[in-house]
């Protein structure tokens, strides 16, 4: 298994801007592919955005496609998601996942989660 631990979440006001970030406990951190979901109360899991092994093809779900960026650090075993032009609408809990094997919107294919990280946008 790896840990994986999110830190950066907040308060911010509609229009701001705010960094996430993601620390692998993994010695080879590019065996996995890399993805951010996010979750609202009472709502299941959604992807924001996800990235290859090796920082290749970074894929953004339509509503932050343009806003969000999604990066990553092998170096470090870190994984970063820049926000930009927050909306109330981005208001929910942040999850780092990794992925052995594929990338997908489904949750199922990610095996290993971080705890969290809060991130509320006023309007």
């Known amino acids: 298994q790896v840990d994986l631990v999110e830190s950066g979440g907040g308060l911010v006001q509609a229009g701001g801007s705010l960094t996430i970030s993601c620390v692998v406990s993994?010695?080879?951190?590019?065996?996995?592919?890399m993805a951010w979901f996010r979750q609202r109360p009472g709502q299941r899991r959604a992807l924001v955005a996800d990235?290859?092994?090796?920082?290749?093809?970074?894929f953004y779900e339509d509503t932050v496609k343009g806003r969000f960026t999604i990066s990553r650090d092998n170096a470090k075993h870190t994984l970063i998601l820049q926000m930009n032009s927050l909306e109330p609408e981005d208001t929910a809990m942040y999850y780092c996942?990794?992925?052995?094997?594929?990338?997908?919107?489904?949750?199922?294919?990610?095996?290993?989660w971080g705890q969290g990280t809060q991130v509320t946008v006023s309007s």
């Open positions: 993994e010695r080879i951190f590019s065996t996995y592919n």
């Open positions: 990235i290859g092994k090796f920082g290749d093809s970074p």
């Open positions: 996942a990794a992925s052995r094997t594929f990338r997908s919107p489904s949750p199922s294919v990610y095996t290993d």
